[in-house]
């Protein structure tokens, strides 16, 4: 499923931008791409589009490729970045974020 089928092109677009050169804040990004306002049972299907390889989790490797995920356009995070949002989301600490740990850092 297309990003664009469940948010809007231009938030995304908006929002890649913002961070084009800015250090990514996945908390930030979610808000601006209208996920924050968004119900629980449509952030799954945003995180099981970013969930590449369909485990139920977001790996630290899916993660560095986030933002292609909402668009092709969208750049690689750093290790740096990477590492922070994991660090972020990861409440349980087993190095990967699951749906509910997705869904708490969309809105908190």
């Known amino acids: 499923m297309p990003m664009t089928d469940l948010l809007k092109a231009e938030e995304i677009k908006k929002a890649l931008d913002a961070f084009a050169a800015e250090t990514f804040d996945p908390k930030k990004f979610f808000e ?4 924050r306002a968004m119900s629980a049972e449509n952030v799954k299907k945003v995180f099981q589009v970013l969930d590449v390889d369909g485990s139920g989790f977001i790996e630290e490797e899916e993660l560095k490729f986030v933002l292609k995920g909402f668009s092709q356009d969208g750049r690689d995070l750093t290790d740096a970045e ?10 349980d600490g087993d ?13 908190e």
């Open 32 to 35: 601006m791409v209208g996920m």
């Open 82 to 91: 990477t590492k922070a949002f994991l660090k972020a989301a990861d409440k």
């Open 95 to 107: 190095g990967k974020i699951g749906i509910d740990e997705f869904e708490a850092l969309v809105h």
